[in-house]
């Protein structure tokens, strides 16, 4: 794992902006596609209306959800609401390449195994993702891995369905689709990420985070959350 530490969460939302379009543009040319899952929060959603702007070859970008709230369409909560708003709406991303989680859908067992279907038509089988940002908690979660879920041990499925966790239930994607990435990307700002952040760079395993493979990540961070 290899980290960048960055003046601010700005200056960490733009590199990673410019680091997820010079991935895009590189696949493109390899293998004809990028395939991208993002996570929410904050930072995030800074990065993403930057990207909107920077040059990425969006004819052969695929954007996935890292995890979802279980909410009605349209709900603030939603993750796809904020994607929504700060990269859809200002990047030419058409939107049978845009592939949202159906948490509105009655039976999200079933949801959950349509969504690991559609991961396997655009990026295999098994699914490879070229790049997925994370972030990571207070608790030490990340996606929606939190700590003490049965979601946790599963090994068997690339998409999963969590307890209610802060009030919602949630669908995320497993270990078994995050360690296949051939990037992951995590942005981590704030001091209170400080210790958690600590314990990611050295895989505690006792953390979800820490449990997320390390060999092809790059973890872009502000002073705050790096200290000295």
């Known amino acids: 794992m290899k980290i960048e530490t960055l003046p601010d969460a700005e200056a960490v939302a733009r590199r990673a902006a410019a680091f997820i379009a010079a ?16 996570s929410g929060g904050r930072t995030p959603w800074q990065m993403l209306r930057l990207l909107a702007n920077e040059d990425v070859p969006w004819q052969g970008v695929h954007l996935f959800q890292v995890d979802e709230r279980v909410a009605p369409p349209g709900d603030a909560e939603r993750n796809l609401a904020h994607i929504r708003e700060t990269l859809l709406a200002n990047a030419p991303l058409v939107a049978a390449q845009v592939h949202a989680m159906t948490v509105e859908a009655r039976n999200l067992d079933a949801a959950a195994l349509e969504y690991a279907q559609t991961l396997r038509d655009i990026a295999g ?8 940002h994370l972030g990571l908690g207070p ?3 990340t996606a929606s891995l939190v700590p003490g879920d049965t979601v946790l041990s599963v090994t068997d499925a690339e998409v999963g369905l969590t307890a209610p966790y802060m ?11 995050l360690d ?9 700002t704030g001091a209170e990420k400080h210790d958690m952040l600590a314990r990611l760079l050295a895989a505690d395993a006792s953390i979800p985070a820490g449990r997320v493979e390390q060999s092809h990540a ?4 502000d002073r705050a959350a790096a200290g000295s």
């Open 23 to 38: 991935e895009a543009r590189a696949a493109v040319r390899s293998r004809g596609r990028f395939t991208l899952a993002v």
């Open 167 to 177: 009030g919602r239930r949630r669908m995320t994607l497993t270990y078994a689709a």
């Open 218 to 221: 790059l973890v872009l961070a």
């Open 139 to 141: 608790d030490g979660h």
């Open 125 to 132: 089988t098994p699914p490879v993702l070229d790049l997925v």
């Open 180 to 188: 296949r990435a051939r990037c992951v990307l995590w942005l981590v």
